[in-house]
C-alpha cells in the first residue's frame, strides 16, 4: 500500500509542472542518454516535458528553440554521440538582458525546473540564473511584459545539474559524463599505433586533449604501459630530458621494438611553460636517433558512440536530475548530481564549482602535489601507480619468498593486465614469480614456469587469457596440488578468475586442516564477464562484455532501420546471473530484459507483447528484448521468440539473436585494464603483507581465515574478504551472491521503456557535502 501511495505520490508530484532539458558547452558522448532519460523520466512523473535546442542561445532566442517532448521525441538517440539538441557558446547569457530573455521565454512555458548538461561553466551560468530569477521577474512585471499573477505562480526556479565532459574534471563526482567514452576512442588509436610503431620500431609522441586536466592522458597511459608520461598537474624535475631519453634508451636496450609517450595538451614544465609534442619528438629524434612521431588526436576523443558506462551513468544521473527537481523546494540549494562509487549523489552545484576551481588555483601558484590532490583519490592514485609501474625495476636483491599467479574459470579480459602488473610489482618486491598454464588443473600437473619481468610486456591490452585458464576446481586434485606447491616451494597464490576462482580458493582454505602446505597466503581478484563473484561490485571483464554485447545490439537495432515493425529478442551470457543483460538492456535502451533474479510468468510476458504491440503503432517500430541464458528454465529464448512471433503476428515481427562467446572475446576496455592493473597491484602488496606477517623462521604459515581473501571493489572501497565470510552470503546453486547491488537498476531499465513498475523500488541519491576530505577518499579508481 505504501509503494503505490509513493508512485502515486510521486506522479502528482510532476502532475501540472513543466520542466525542460538543455545541453551546453562542449558535447560529451552520453550527453543524448542524459536529455533521454530526462525526458522520459519527467513523462513518467506526469510533468510537461520540453527540450531547448542550442543550449543557452535556444533559451535567449526562445520560439521553435524550446519544443515540447513526447515519449517518441528520444526515440534510437541513447546510441548517438554528441548532443541532437544542440549546443552552442552564448554570449548573452553571460548578460542580464540576455538571462531577462531567458527568464521570459521560460515563463512564457511555465517552465520552473531545468537541468543542465554542461561544465562547470555551464552549471555556474545555471546558478547565476537560478539566484537572480526573482529579480528578472520582477523586472519583467515593471516592463509590462508578464503580469503580477503570473511572476507570483513562478516565483522559483528549481536547477539540476549534469556534468558532461570527456576531461573528468568536475570535483566531487567520480565520472563525468563523456570521460569513459573519450577513454575509449583514444584506446583505440593508441593500440593501432602501437601495432605499426612495433613493426617500424618507431617512438610515437600521442597528445591528447586536457588544457587544464591530465585525467584522459594519465589513464591512458596507465591502460597502455606508456614509457613517459605528461601532465598540467605534474611536470616533469629539471632535467627531465634526461632521464626521459634514458628510459627510452633502457626500454629498447631490453629488447622493446617501441616507444610510447602520451602527454596532454596542457603539458608544462615546473615554471609553467609549454611542452610541445614537437619538442619532445625533436628531442627524441635527435638525442636518440629513433624514427619519432607526432599524433595529435584532437577531437575524434569527443566522437563516436558512447561506451556502455556512459549510456548507463547518463540515465543514472538524468532518472536522478528530475526527482531532485520533483523533491526541490524554494529552499533546497542547487544540486549537481554525482557518482559515488556506483551510486547517484546529490552534490551542492557551488561547492563542487569552487573546489573545481581551487585546482587551477592550486596549478597556476605551482603547488602542484596539492592540485593532485584536489583532484581526487582516484587521481592521485592513478598517478602513484603509474610511477611505480613505469618506473619500478627489479629489486636487488631477492627475498625468500616465491609467488604463483594462475587464472580459473572461463576467459575475461583484464585478466592479463592484472597479471603483468602482479608479476612486475613482485619481481620489483624480489619475490620469485611463477606463472602456470590452465589454472588448478595446470597447477596439479606441474605446468608451473617462472616469469620474468619482459615475459608480460605489452599483455595490459591483450584479450583472453595468455596463461590459460580453465574451470577445473583442486577438490579432485588436492594431493597433486599440494606437490606442486611443495616441489616449487610455492609461498602465496594469486588467482585471478570468476567464481570457480573464488569456489577454488575456498576449497584450499578448507583443506587447509589436512594440508599445512595450504597454509599460505591466497588472494582472488575477481575476474569473470558475468560480474558473479561474492565481495565485489564490479569484476574484471565484466565492462569489456557488456560493451560488447551493446556493439552488437546497437548493430541488430540498425539492420531494421529499413524494416518496419521488427522486434529482436536477443541471449545474452551470464550463467543465473543477470547483469549483463540488465546493464545490456539500460545501455541500448531495452523494452525489457529477462532475468532469474527478478522472476517473470505468462502474464508479464504477455503484458510485454501487448506493450510492444502499442508501441509499435506508434512512431516507434522497433523493439529490443534481452533474456538472460538462464533466466527461466521453461521460457526459453526460442519460447519467447514463438510467443512474440504468434501474438504480434499482423502487427509485428520478431527476429532471435544469441550473442554467444563474442561477449567474451576482444580487447580490453579502457576500465578492465586500468581495474586488471591495479587490482594486480593492491593483490601482490597484500600477499608481501601476509607474507612478511606470517613468515616463521623462514617458513610461510598463514592459516587464519584473513589469508584467504576476495580482493573486491565495493563502492569506493577496495577490501580483502575472507572467502570463509563471503561462504554464508553466497548462492552455490546459481553461482552468484545471495544480494547484488545492481538490483535497484531494474525499475529504472522498466521505467524508461515505459512500464507502469513501483517507484518505491528505486533508490534515490543521497544529498553529499564537498569537502577536501570527501574529494580525497582513495577509491582507487
Known amino acids: ?198 613493426s617500424h620500431q618507431r617512438a610515437f609522441v600521442l597528445e591528447l586533449m586536457g588544457r587544464h586536466c591530465g585525467y584522459l592522458a594519465l589513464v591512458s597511459a596507465l591502460a597502455s604501459g606508456a614509457d613517459w608520461l605528461f601532465i598540467p598537474e605534474a611536470p616533469p624535475l629539471e632535467g627531465w630530458e634526461d632521464r626521459m631519453c634514458a628510459r627510452l634508451s633502457s626500454s629498447r636496450t631490453k629488447g622493446s621494438r617501441l616507444n610510447i609517450i602520451i602527454m596532454a595538451e596542457g603539458a608544462i614544465d615546473r615554471n609553467g611553460d609549454p611542452i610541445s609534442s614537437t619538442y619532445v619528438k625533436d628531442l627524441v629524434s635527435k638525442r636518440l636517433g629513433y624514427d619519432t612521431r607526432v599524433t595529435v588526436l584532437g577531437h575524434v576523443q569527443r566522437g563516436g558512440t558512447p561506451s556502455a558506462f556512459d549510456r548507463i551513468l547518463s540515465s543514472k544521473l538524468g532518472v536522478e536530475a528530475v526527482v531532485a527537481l520533483m523533491e526541490a523546494s524554494p529552499d533546497t540549494p542547487a544540486c549537481v548530481i554525482g557518482l559515488s562509487g556506483n551510486h547517484a549523489v546529490r552534490l551542492p552545484l557551488m561547492e563542487c564549482v569552487e573546489m573545481t576551481k581551487l585546482v587551477q588555483t592550486a596549478m597556476n601558484e605551482k603547488r602542484f602535489d596539492e592540485a593532485i590532490k584536489l583532484r581526487g583519490g582516484s587521481f592521485e592514485n592513478n598517478w602513484s601507480i603509474y610511477k611505480l609501474l613505469a618506473f619500478q625495476k627489479p629489486a636487488k636483491f631477492a627475498s625468500n619468498f616465491s609467488l604463483a599467479i594462475l587464472n580459473v574459470g572461463a576467459p575475461a579480459a583484464g585478466m592479463n593486465a592484472a597479471v603483468r602488473s602482479a608479476v612486475r610489482r613482485a619481481i620489483g618486491h624480489g619475490h620469485k614469480v611463477y606463472g602456470v598454464h590452465d589454472g588448478f588443473q595446470g597447477l596439479a600437473n606441474g605446468e608451473v614456469f617462472e616469469m620474468e619481468w619482459h615475459r608480460v610486456a605489452g599483455w595490459t591490452g591483450q584479450g583472453g587469457s595468455l596463461l590459460g585458464t580453465k574451470r577445473t576446481l583442486p577438490s579432485n586434485n588436492m594431493e597433486k596440488i599440494v606437490e606442486t606447491i611443495t616441489k616449487f616451494n610455492i609461498s602465496a597464490l594469486l588467482v585471478i578468475g570468476g567464481f570457480e576462482g573464488y569456489t577454488g580458493v575456498l576449497q584450499l582454505f578448507e583443506a587447509r586442516s589436512q594440508y599445512d602446505e595450504l597454509c599460505i597466503p591466497m588472494c582472488v581478484i575477481p575476474a569473470t564477464i558475468s560480474n558473479n563473484v561474492p565481495g565485489t561490485d564490479f569484476t574484471m571483464g565484466a565492462d569489456t562484455a557488456v560493451n560488447s554485447a551493446m556493439a552488437g545490439c546497437d548493430k541488430i537495432k540498425q539492420s531494421a532501420s529499413g524494416t518496419k515493425r521488427r522486434v529482436f529478442v536477443v541471449e545474452t551470457m551470464g550463467g543465473y546471473c543477470g547483469y549483463l543483460a540488465t546493464s545490456t538492456g539500460i545501455a541500448t535502451g531495452a523494452d525489457a530484459a529477462y532475468i532469474f533474479e527478478d522472476p517473470f510468468n505468462i502474464h508479464d510476458l504477455k503484458t510485454n507483447v501487448e506493450h510492444l504491440s502499442e508501441k509499435m503503432k506508434k512512431d516507434i517500430q522497433r523493439g529490443l528484448v534481452l533474456r538472460n541464458e538462464k533466466c527461466h528454465e521453461n521460457y526459453t529464448t526460442d519460447f519467447i521468440h514463438r510467443l512474440y512471433s504468434a501474438e504480434g503476428k499482423g502487427i509485428f515481427d520478431c527476429r532471435v539473436n544469441v550473442l554467444g562467446h563474442l561477449q567474451q572475446g576482444g580487447t580490453p576496455s579502457p576500465f578492465d585494464r586500468n581495474f586488471g592493473t591495479k587490482m594486480g597491484m593492491r593483490a601482490i602488496e597484500w600477499i608481501t603483507t601476509k607474507l612478511t606477517e606470517n613468515d616463521r623462521q623462514g617458513r610461510v604459515f598463514a592459516n587464519g581465515p584473513d589469508t584467504a581473501c576476495v580482493l573486491g571493489l565495493k563502492r569506493k572501497v577496495i577490501s580483502f574478504t575472507p572467502v570463509a565470510e563471503l561462504k554464508a552470503v553466497t548462492d552455490f546453486e546459481h553461482r552468484m551472491p545471495k544480494v547484488q547491488w545492481w538490483a535497484n537498476l531494474r525499475p529504472m531499465l522498466k521505467m524508461l521503456a515505459k512500464y507502469q513498475t513501483s517507484f518505491c523500488d528505486y533508490v534515490p541519491g543521497e544529498m553529499e557535502h564537498v569537502t577536501r576530505r570527501s574529494i580525497s577518499i582513495d577509491s582507487g579508481f
Open 1 to 198: 500500500m505504501q509503494c503505490s501511495m509513493d508512485l502515486e505520490k510521486l506522479k502528482m508530484s510532476g502532475a501540472g509542472r513543466a520542466m525542460a532539458v538543455l545541453t551546453s558547452g562542449g558535447d560529451a558522448q552520453g550527453m543524448n542518454a542524459a536529455v533521454r532519460a530526462v525526458t522520459r523520466m519527467g513523462i513518467y512523473v506526469g510533468a510537461q516535458v520540453y527540450l531547448i535546442y542550442e543550449g543557452y542561445q535556444g533559451l535567449v532566442d526562445g520560439g521553435d528553440n524550446i519544443k515540447v517532448a513526447n515519449w517518441q521525441s528520444v526515440s534510437n538517440i541513447i546510441q548517438l554521440g554528441g548532443t541532437v539538441i544542440g549546443s552552442a557558446r552564448c554570449k548573452a547569457f553571460t548578460t542580464r538582458e540576455g538571462r531577462l530573455a531567458a527568464a521570459f521565454n521560460l515563463v512564457k512555458k511555465g517552465i520552473t525546473n531545468l537541468c543542465v548538461c554542461g561544465g562547470d561553466g555551464s552549471l555556474t551560468g545555471a546558478n547565476i540564473f537560478r539566484n537572480e530569477w526573482n529579480g528578472l521577474l520582477e523586472e519583467l512585471v515593471s516592463k509590462g511584459r508578464i503580469t503580477d499573477a503570473v511572476a507570483k505562480q513562478h516565483s522559483h526556479l528549481n536547477i539540476v545539474g549534469l556534468v558532461g565532459s570527456i576531461d573528468n574534471d568536475f570535483c566531487g563526482t567520480d565520472m563525468t559524463i563523456g570521460a569513459d567514452s573519450a577513454l575509449h576512442r583514444i584506446m583505440e588509436i593508441v593500440d593501432s599505433i602501437m601495432t605499426t610503431a612495433q
